[in-house]
């Protein structure tokens, strides 16, 4: 599996952006997806995750209430909608995609990752 993430820009307190990530390969409805986010000078950080199996959703409490993670499987694609966005959310941030069928949280349990698209925050 193949993952290429997009959507990430410079934006304002408050403001908005999607991120999508597209994935290649016919067995993408079969994976858990989730997103993740790294700050300069801190550590890979859980953000959101969807199942394959049921479209369970799981959220970083930082986020929750303010992303939205979603996913076409016709498209091959997993979004995360950002809403409210705080300079605090400023990082790059990455999609992965695990085969176990349950919400995961660790990085771990991610078998596939793609490259990051930059979000910037500005006060």
């Known amino acids: 599996v193949q993952l290429q993430a997009s959507g990430g820009g410079l934006v304002q307190v408050g403001g908005s952006l999607r991120l999508s990530c597209a994935a290649s390969?016919?067995?993408?409805?079969?994976?858990?997806m989730g997103w993740f986010r790294q700050a300069p000078g801190k550590e890979r950080e859980f953000v959101a995750a969807?199942?394959?199996?049921?479209?369970?959703?799981y959220y970083a409490d930082s986020v929750r209430g303010r992303f939205t993670i979603s996913r076409d499987n016709a498209k091959n694609t997993v979004y995360l909608q950002m809403n409210s966005l705080k300079p605090e959310d400023t990082a790059v941030y990455s999609c992965?995609?695990?085969?176990?069928?349950?919400?995961?949280?660790?990085?771990?349990?991610?078998?596939?990752w793609g490259q990051g698209t930059q979000v910037t925050v500005s006060s």
């Open positions: 992965a995609a695990a085969r176990r069928q349950a919400i995961v949280v660790a990085t771990a349990f991610y078998d596939y």
């Open positions: 969807i199942t394959g199996s049921d479209g369970s959703l």
């Open positions: 390969g016919r067995t993408f409805s079969s994976y858990t």
